[in-house]
């Protein structure tokens, strides 16, 4: 349940944008569109985007769907804008966790993208980035990565190598290779990421605190504490100082800095950060996201280290009861917490209620990491105790 997804995110927020700029000024040349049905488009589509930067998702999806629909009366169903459209549609879908709606809609705008400027544009680079963060959303990592490596691939043969967008496609895919457990494979891609965004955004920008986050992140996975704490703490610094003390970014150094100090023994620190971090996303997001149940259930874990099992069931329950809502039973994100949970009840020696959810874990994990990740191993040493 690592911070990654959140990046992805954040990512392809910054991806829509981009699009938009890039669709608008191709509509403004063509003579053939009334310009007050490209006005109430153009209108439509900005409201759109500051609905979705309140988090008025609900509001913002049916404003969109009427943008779809100008967009399809105004400039006919294989229009770019029309793609445009279908994408913003798409990413607030996903914002919402409805992934079944998501999906069709990404692929139609690709293959408009596709039909229309051909098949190593930036815009269907852009629109194969999304697709492949919905499919990793959902856990399906074996259908993320061809449409990450032809993003990647289009946009290094489009801008060259040391463009900030490279470093984009370099960070997604690393991510998924993270969260696959190919942690080799991931170290450089985040290198490679985190030196292009210095050298273009200078050392204090956000963009390179995720970069130094997620290079973090491969270090703790591979037991190398010592390599990712200073990286977590630049991580940190740098986004209080850009973005303040209560940005959900933030929330993210806090849990990641909480984890190596949970590895290192220091659980009076970890908690600390953990409750900060929780009370960050609560306010943010409301009680019931999917990035409030992950602070949920490290806050448990930490809890848990410390013999507080009543605290630790709690939290883990309620993390559960949120990833159930919002991603469903069999997303990947219920492995992590039903395996927790599995674990409050072994350490109290409760070993006929930790049987159902260690074999729940077993399964969830077994469906969408194949049987040869290093996690199927813990699931299946966890049951075996």
């Known amino acids: 349940m690592k911070t990654l997804v959140n990046t992805a995110n954040s990512l392809i927020s910054q991806m829509?944008?981009?699009?938009?700029?890039?669709?608008?000024?191709?509509?403004?040349?063509?003579?053939?569109?009334?310009?007050?049905?490209?006005?109430?488009?153009?209108?439509?589509?900005?409201?759109?985007?500051?609905?979705?930067?309140?988090?008025?998702?609900?509001?913002?999806?049916?404003?969109?769907?009427?943008?779809?629909?100008?967009?399809?009366?105004?400039?006919?169903s294989e229009h770019p804008n029309v793609a445009l459209s279908l994408n913003n549609l798409a990413v607030l879908y996903r914002a919402q966790g409805k992934y079944a709606e998501a999906e069709p809609l990404l692929k139609r705008a690709l293959e408009i993208y596709e039909k229309a400027?051909?098949?190593?544009?930036?815009?269907?680079?852009?629109?194969?980035?999304?697709?492949?963060?919905?499919?990793?959303a959902q856990g399906k990592y074996a259908e993320a990565e061809p449409p990450n490596k032809r993003a990647l691939a289009i946009r290094e043969k489009a801008l060259g190598k040391d463009h900030l967008d490279v470093a984009t496609s370099l960070n997604n895919l690393a991510g998924l290779y993270h969260v696959q457990g190919k942690y080799a494979e991931a170290e450089p891609l985040h290198r490679r990421s985190l030196a292009i965004r210095e050298k273009a955004?200078?050392?204090?920008?956000?963009?390179?605190?995720?970069?130094?986050?997620?290079?973090?992140?491969?270090?703790?996975?591979?037991g190398k504490c010592v390599e990712a704490e200073p990286l977590h703490r630049r991580s940190l610094?740098?986004?209080?100082?850009?973005?303040?003390?209560d940005h959900p970014d933030v929330a993210q150094s806090l849990n990641n800095l909480a984890e190596v100090y949970q590895e290192q023994g220091k659980y009076a620190e970890a908690e600390h950060?953990?409750?900060?971090?929780?009370?960050?996303?609560?306010?943010?997001?409301?009680?019931d996201h999917p990035d409030v149940a992950q602070s949920l259930n490290y806050l448990a874990d930490v809890y848990k280290e410390q013999g507080k099992y009543t605290e630790a069931e709690l939290h883990h329950r309620r993390a559960l009861k949120i990833v159930e809502n919002v991603l469903g039973k069999d997303h990947p994100n219920m492995a992590a917490v039903l395996g927790n949970l599995a674990g409050v009840y072994q350490e109290q020696g409760?070993?006929?209620?930790?049987?159902?959810?260690?074999?729940?874990?077993?399964?969830?994990?077994?469906?969408?990491?194949?049987?040869d990740h290093p996690d199927i191993a813990l699931s299946q040493s966890n049951l075996a105790i």
């Open 16 to 76: 829509v944008k981009i699009v938009l700029l890039t669709v608008l000024v191709a509509s403004f040349t063509s003579p053939a569109y009334t310009y007050t049905q490209k006005e109430l488009w153009e209108h439509l589509d900005t409201k759109t985007h500051i609905l979705y930067k309140r988090g008025q998702y609900t509001e913002a999806v049916n404003v969109a769907k009427e943008v779809l629909k100008v967009a399809e009366d105004t400039f006919g």
């Open 117 to 136: 400027f051909g098949s190593d544009n930036l815009d269907v680079a852009t629109s194969l980035n999304n697709l492949a963060g919905l499919y990793r």
């Open 201 to 222: 955004l200078g050392k204090d920008h956000p963009d390179v605190a995720q970069s130094l986050n997620n290079l973090a992140e491969v270090y703790q996975k591979q």
């Open 237 to 245: 610094v740098i986004r209080e100082k850009a973005l303040g003390k």
């Open 273 to 287: 950060l953990y409750k900060r971090a929780l009370a960050i996303r609560e306010k943010t997001f409301g009680n």
């Open 350 to 371: 409760k070993y006929a209620e930790a049987e159902p959810p260690n074999k729940r874990e077993l399964a969830i994990r077994e469906k969408a990491l194949g049987k």
